[in-house]
């Protein structure tokens, strides 16, 4: 099952969009605007590595290039407004969710990039998935089903709820938006006054009705967490972490995931915000930043007909998280743990959408895709394998003092990346009979392949084939002695951490003995104490006892004193009568 049916193909193109935010003012003050990122045309960008950054370093000792050209499916520049975001990228995504197809959007980007502005937006630039419900809300408008007794069921199924259940599910709302009370900016709500109609065409022709269904949870350190919890359940217990079952047909879901019907744009706003609040408030008692976990957003839509459920489709938008963030007051198992879980993820999320364009590219062959290694790729296994389409918005900043991360991000999600050379090539090139260079010098495409190592630290090399054999030669000894050098500092990177591993189990051995020995330093004093007491009442009751003997004996041998003096006075008597 973890092939894809290569006659899907054209549905598996998975379009990567790049959106790359204005400077704010004050990061023009700073000097962060160093021409580091230039968007050449609407699918190309390049990125010049800044003075000081590691990649400028880098290039300087000779490993690795200081400009790396990236392509994406479109690239939004900064001028580019939400709405025209929105039209071109995952509008036509909406229309296919109001007729009856899955569909799935990635965001990806480090904190700063962005991703908020794009996502939710501002009151006044509502983001994509506020467009997205108030699109699906103006299609439905007049079509609503009011009854609650349609839900969505395992991946694509629905199923009736009897009256009691109806009533469960409207207590479970009623307890949600009870936790929701305070007075929140529903700016979803005007949305209506800002856009106008979103979607081409409105389900007034339709005789159908339409339920639609919400759901918002997290991955992290693959584990499973619904958000839509009364905060309370949250704040004080622990939270239970979901089970990603399948549902007999391959397809993935979440049990015991909460899905909520609801009627109106601020509900759903109002859903958004005490995720988000449950999802920031679990990240802080767990003291980890909220953007270490993966959240998704389900809507789910039902297409009734007469009192049956005709369809059922999904709009999920998946927020990734950034693998470059790290908290440093974590514990180091905990940092590893957590780094793991998150490169894990987003590494085998870059393998299938990888497979998944060789398989595209080479129709005849499949290649082993490996969706089940994670929870996310194994949720949206079905998505990517034809049954819906997806895409990833890539948000960027331009500033210089995170070009390293900038470019983290880039390489692991353009469709194609190019490798420009360092120097200028002196030495002749390959020429063909047109008298033009066989292969173009200044660059060539290469489609995106990540592999581990890559993703971890990817260098790109130039192209060495068109250098004359000497060159090649010390180009070789020249890259000997680096990859010597680079593989000692792995060494003593590895034997650092190692070292730093060792000593924090040290530290730990060495706490717990030292804790031990307390404990059983106090059970002695203890057991002393106790002793003591013990050998005080022994030897008080003996002497209770011994007391207690002698005031018997005397008892029994007490003899009044006349008759001692009458005994006395007949043993005188009877001796001077012997005499
Ligand atoms: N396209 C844009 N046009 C104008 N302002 C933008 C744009 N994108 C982002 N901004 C602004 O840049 C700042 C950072 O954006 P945002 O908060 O969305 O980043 P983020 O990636 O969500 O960060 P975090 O992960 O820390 O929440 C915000 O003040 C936001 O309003």
């Known amino acids: 099952d973890e092939f894809c049916d290569p006659g899907d193909a054209e549905h598996q193109t998975m379009r990567v969009y790049l959106r790359v935010r204005p400077f704010s003012k004050e990061e023009l003050s700073d000097n962060e605007d160093q021409e580091c990122i230039v968007v050449e045309n609407s699918q190309t960008v390049t990125l010049n590595a800044p003075k000081g950054s590691a990649t400028m370093k880098s290039s300087e000792r000779g490993i690795g290039t200081s400009i790396h050209k990236f392509t994406f499916s479109q690239i939004f520049g900064p001028e580019m407004s939400q709405a025209e975001l929105y039209e071109n990228t995952v509008k036509s995504q909406t229309s296919d969710f109001l007729d009856g197809k899955n569909t799935l959007i990635f965001s990806y980007g480090v904190t700063n990039a962005g991703k908020t502005y794009t996502i939710q937006g501002t009151q006044k630039e509502p983001g994509i998935l506020s467009r997205v419900l108030d699109g699906t809300f103006h299609y439905i408008q007049g079509h609503q089903y009011q009854d609650m007794d349609m839900k969505p069921f395992l991946r694509n199924d629905a199923q009736r709820l009897d009256s009691k259940q109806v009533k469960q599910e409207r207590s479970a709302k009623a307890a949600l938006f009870a936790a929701v009370k305070e007075v929140i900016a529903c700016f979803l709500e005007t949305l209506f006054l800002f856009i106008s ?21 997290e991955i992290y350190n693959e584990c499973v967490y619904d958000l839509l919890q009364p905060s309370l359940c949250i704040r004080n217990k622990k939270r239970v972490s979901l089970r990603v079952c399948d549902d007999g047909a391959g397809n993935a879901y979440v049990k015991g995931l909460q899905w909520i019907n609801i009627q109106s744009l601020s509900e759903a706003s109002k859903l958004l915000h005490l995720g988000n609040r449950n999802r920031s408030a679990a990240a802080t008692k767990m003291n980890q930043s909220s953007s270490r976990s993966h959240s998704i957003f389900t809507m789910k839509l039902l297409k009734i007909d007469n009192d049956v459920v005709e369809s059922v489709s999904e709009f999920s938008l998946c927020d990734l998280a950034g693998s470059e963030r790290c908290n440093k007051t974590k514990t180091i198992n905990e940092r590893l ?140 000894e020249n890259l000997r002695t680096k990859l010597l050098a680079e593989r000692k500092r792995n060494l003593v990177q590895e034997m650092e951490i190692r070292k730093e591993m060792g000593d924090a189990m040290l530290q730990q051995l060495m706490e717990s003995e030292e804790l031990r020995t307390r404990q059983i330093e106090e059970l002695k004093e203890r057991y002393q104490d106790k002793l003591e007491n013990t050998f005080e009442m022994y030897k008080d009751a003996i002497k209770e006892h011994a007391y207690q003997s002698a005031m018997n004996n005397l008892e029994d041998d007490y003899v009044p004193l006349d008759e001692f003096l009458a005994e006395q006075e007949k043993v005188e008597v009877s001796s001077i009568i012997e005499l």
Not at 199 to 216: G, N
Not at 380 to 388: D, E, P, R, S, V
């Open 197 to 217: 109609v979103l979607v081409d065409s409105s389900a007034e022709s339709e005789s159908s009705q339409f339920a639609l269904w919400v759901a918002y949870y």
């Open 337 to 476: 743990k957590e780094a793991g879980n998150i490169n894990n993820s987003l590494l085998i999320l870059g393998k299938c959408l990888t497979a998944l364009r060789n398989n595209q590219a080479e129709r005849t062959k499949s290649s082993y895709i490996p969706f089940r290694e994670s929870k996310l790729t194994k949720l949206f296994q079905t998505i990517f394998c034809g049954k819906g389409r997806a895409s990833m918005i890539v948000n960027i900043n331009q500033c210089a003092s995170t070009y390293d991360e900038t470019l983290h991000v880039m390489k692991f999600s353009a469709v194609a990346k190019q490798v420009i050379p360092e120097r200028p090539l002196e030495s002749p090139c390959l020429v063909g009979g047109d008298g033009k260079p066989l292969r173009n010098g200044a660059s060539h495409n290469q489609t995106l392949n990540l592999s581990d190592e890559e993703l971890l630290e990817e260098e790109d090399e130039a192209d060495e084939s068109l250098l004359p054999q000497n060159e090649l030669l010390s180009m070789i």
